[in-house]
């Protein structure tokens, strides 16, 4: 008999079902020579410190650090694991051979060997290893079973990975707690965890410094063309107000005019991180909730292996392809130009050497059914999209450049025009998404006439005022590219995929990472901004240590890891590093001076006593409608669904937001705001350019709101 062990009970079903297994048993489905069993993902776990010995029961500082002579597993204790585990233990036992059919990757890897050296299995062992649940892939993948021997590498380092969080997680996080934690709470240390912390205090840290300032720059309008001047900002008006008085006196004069056509690569196909990514900028869904709609539609059999991350495909998927598209119904539009030709095999979609364990997330020929939650056709609409757009031709473009003078004033304008749309009309009925930098963009869209170098003649000058805008806080989408590149700001795609292997945390675990610094409350979200605590960043100034907050030298780790699978290093080396350095941590932090960190939950409570204690008292307002605009004196105000304005906006212009530096105000305060040009003290504000949290709101003689 053949024993197959699936990593949970859904897949093992879908496995029986093609084998033949379909009688079902207590924990097993039988028949056809095969018995199919399941774990609950992981059956087993590292022992904890009190399984060595009961003194490290308790925390004791003195008592650090805890490493193990040898590491051992046991069982999560729990009834249905341990039920499940006695079925496994049972048919191991009995069978002639076991064929691991654990997720194909390293995590899975790992799951299945710990359960069947817990088990003592001594039969031969061989691999299932497949990039999708479809019934032919299983078909596929039991015709071409592999030994076990070819994944000892991936176990390897699945188990030094899990041994490397033991060790630091364990450690580090009672040596802070205890050093620190001031017997209030944990403080959690972890391999990746701390490092990715850093990033967003590091970053909080630069916006909080940041200090505004404002600029001064001098524009032009020559045959209804804008044009920037090409020299470095001014830092006062008075100098920009000459500028403008030598710029009224000279004509405008063209100087080059350049047209350059161009081609915009079509995007590469998704990773789990470019996927999370996408997810995050368009949908606002988190990098765990993208994780578990992908797993879904993976179990569904609608896509492929999702916890990738490489995005290339393997060169042998190439006579496939067209089968898969035609299989996806809902896109034939897009979809048919594609099929009247033989489906180009371009090297930046067919790839061998960029293919390890599994390729880029696509969709399978099995089309989505009607019983998908909205989430999981969203995201499948975005995979799918991605996989055509590959097989488009390039986006054709034209960028113009232009050069012009007034007297010794250097000016420069650009202009972009799509002459083929290419990949881009896969995209073409989907809303713009929105820029950050809407003036560059309103600019670049301008539409450029023909220019003649040498030309001159009349324009109209003018000062643009600007102010220093602070770096951006991390989004998720953000965070997961930094955790990518180990906080390198990295756009270009190529350049990316050669940071991966120096990423830190691995695609599959870096969701799990950002929400245990959500629980943990060492981070907050605000909008889609994500803010360290006080808690976070006191947490990140108490370690000295650079080892355990430098995403660089995570990174470092990260690909002795991937070494470890390709067998070009020692697991026992690596694990000989993690210990000491935590020797060397313990030593330094024990005999160090000791703070204690404020917890972010006692400086919740205390804003919540202090609500209580000034309970808001109700006024009948005036109506918006009957309350004269303050600017033009003339029409009344109107409230919108974000703001109040003059009734009259197009021509007056008067507005005031709802919310205002990052704080919503309510009707009164906005009410006092208008009517008497000030707001009484207020608290809360974030996104104060100056890093300003309270004051007193005024308007300005030009109706701007500031905070003083």
Not at 235 to 240: P, Q, S
Not at 309 to 338: F, H, R
Not at 570 to 588: G, S
Request: net charge neutral; with cysteine.
């Amino acid at each position: 008999m053949k024993l197959c062990i699936a990593e949970k009970p859904s897949v093992a079903r879908d496995i029986a079902k093609v084998l033949g297994a379909t009688t079902p048993k207590q924990g097993y489905m039988e028949g056809n020579g095969y018995c199919v069993t399941w774990t609950f993902g992981h059956l087993c776990t590292l022992k904890e410190p009190h399984d060595y010995g009961p003194q490290y029961k308790s925390w004791n500082l003195f008592l650090l650090p805890i490493i193990p002579s040898s590491f051992g597993i046991k069982l999560i204790p729990n009834k249905g694991v341990e039920n499940q585990f006695k079925v496994i233990e049972r048919l191991v036992e009995e069978c002639d051979e076991v064929i691991n059919c654990g997720d194909a990757g390293q995590e899975g890897e790992l799951i299945q060997r710990w359960v069947l050296q817990k088990a003592k299995c001594n039969k031969p062992i061989q691999r299932l290893w497949i990039s999708s649940l479809t019934e032919e892939a299983i078909k596929e993948g039991f015709a071409s079973l592999k030994p076990a021997e070819d994944y000892k590498n991936l176990y390897l380092a699945g188990n030094a990975r899990a041994i490397g969080d033991w060790l630091l997680g364990i450690n580090a996080t009672r040596l802070f707690t205890k050093k620190f934690g001031g017997n209030k709470a944990v403080l959690s240390i972890g391999r990746v965890q701390t490092p990715t912390l850093a990033m967003l205090v590091q970053r909080q840290k630069e916006i909080d410094a940041f200090t505004t300032e404002e600029y001064w720059e001098l524009k032009t309008k020559y045959r209804d063309v804008i044009f920037n001047a090409a020299i470095d900002r001014l830092k006062t008006l008075e100098r920009a107000e000459k500028g403008l008085e030598y710029l009224k006196v000279n004509p405008f004069e063209i100087v080059s005019f350049e047209i350059k056509e161009g081609k915009e690569k079509n995007p590469r196909l998704f990773d789990l991180t470019g996927l999370q990514v996408e997810a995050n900028k368009k949908y606002g869904y988190s990098a765990e909730n993208t994780l578990n709609y992908i797993q879904s539609l993976y179990e569904k059999k609608h896509v492929t292996y999702p916890r990738v991350d490489t995005t290339y495909l393997s060169e042998s998927l190439y006579p496939k392809i067209g089968g898969i598209l035609q299989k996806m119904y809902p896109y034939q539009d897009l979809i048919a130009p594609l099929l009247e030709a033989p489906i180009p095999k371009s090297k930046a979609v067919f790839d061998d050497t960029k293919v390890t364990d599994h390729h880029a997330i696509i969709p399978t020929e099995i089309p989505p059914s009607q019983n998908l939650s909205r989430e999981e056709k969203l995201i499948y609409d975005l995979i799918a999209k991605r996989f055509i757009a590959v097989f488009y031709p390039e986006c054709k473009i034209s960028n113009t450049l232009v050069e012009g003078k007034v007297g010794t004033i250097p000016f420069k304008t650009s202009g972009r025009q799509i002459l083929e749309p290419g990949w881009r009309a896969v995209y073409a009925k989907e809303p713009k998404e929105e820029s950050t930098d809407k003036e560059k963009e309103k600019e670049e869209e301008q539409t450029i006439p023909e220019f003649i170098v040498g030309e001159t003649g009349p324009h109209d000058p003018m000062i643009h005022q600007g102010k220093t805008t602070p770096p951006k806080p991390y989004t998720e989408a953000t965070l997961l590219r930094a955790m990518e590149t180990a906080g390198k700001q990295v756009e270009d795609e190529e350049l990316r995929e050669m940071l991966k292997n120096n990423g830190i945390g691995r695609p599959s675990t870096r969701a799990n990472i950002i929400e245990t610094l959500f629980k943990r409350k060492y981070i907050e979200k605000k909008r889609k901004n994500l803010i360290a605590t006080q808690t976070g960043i006191q947490l990140i100034d108490t370690i000295e240590d650079e080892l355990l907050k430098s995403p660089e030298l995570t990174g470092e780790w990260e690909s002795k890891l991937r070494k470890i699978e390709k067998g070009e290093y020692e697991a026992n080396l690596f694990k000989e590093e993690l210990i000491q350095m935590v020797t060397e941590l313990t030593e330094k932090v024990v005999y160090g001076k000791g703070k204690v960190i404020t917890l972010q939950e006692e400086e919740k409570e205390e804003v919540k006593e202090k609500k209580k204690r000034e309970p808001a008292q109700k006024k009948e307002l005036q109506s918006w409608e009957e309350t004269k605009c303050p600017k033009c004196k003339e029409h009344n105000l109107i409230k919108g669904k974000t703001a109040v304005g003059c009734s009259d906006f197009k021509n007056c212009g008067f507005k005031i937001s709802f919310e205002i530096f990052g704080k919503k105000l309510s009707d009164k305060q906005l009410m006092d705001l208008v009517l008497k040009g000030k707001s009484s003290k207020l608290k809360g504000f974030n996104t104060h350019p100056e890093g300003l949290t309270e004051g007193v709101l005024t308007l300005s003689d030009d109706f701007h709101v500031l905070l003083s």
